[in-house]
């Protein structure tokens, strides 16, 4: 079974760009579809993109449609969060995810960004 951990994260300047990371290990990572999503106190987790097995297919949340990008590479065991035009709205902990024909769900530790106006 994989196991997911998130790294990038940090603080950054509105309008600036942040890639995420997300490292499948421990498992068969093209047995997962992948994506994101995020949270902030006191509210519930947003779904940002998803990216199916052969990464041919990916979705992104109307809410971030057109900054935010979604890819992996099968061979690294990896899946990237690009983040464009960063506004503080977009602070929040950020989640990777593995699933496994919705059956087998997997989170990451969750990596922490700041966005500062």
């Known amino acids: 079974q994989v196991q997911l951990a998130e790294s990038g994260g940090g603080t950054v300047q509105a309008g600036d760009s942040l890639r995420l990371s997300c490292v499948a290990s421990?498992?068969?990572?093209?047995?997962?579809?992948v994506g994101w999503f995020r949270q902030t106190p006191g509210k519930e987790r947003e779904f940002l993109a998803h990216?199916?097995?052969?990464?041919?297919?990916?979705y992104v949340a109307e809410s971030v449609y057109g900054r935010f990008s979604i890819s992996r590479d099968n061979a690294r065991n990896t899946v990237w969060l690009l983040m464009n035009n960063l506004e503080p709205e977009d602070t929040a902990v950020y989640f990777c995810?593995?699933?496994?024909?919705?059956?087998?769900?997997?989170w990451g530790q969750g990596t922490q960004v700041t966005v500062s106006s």
């Open positions: 995810y593995g699933d496994h024909r919705g059956w087998d769900i997997r």
């Open positions: 421990g498992g068969t990572f093209t047995q997962y579809a």
């Open positions: 990216v199916w097995r052969s990464g041919s297919s990916t």
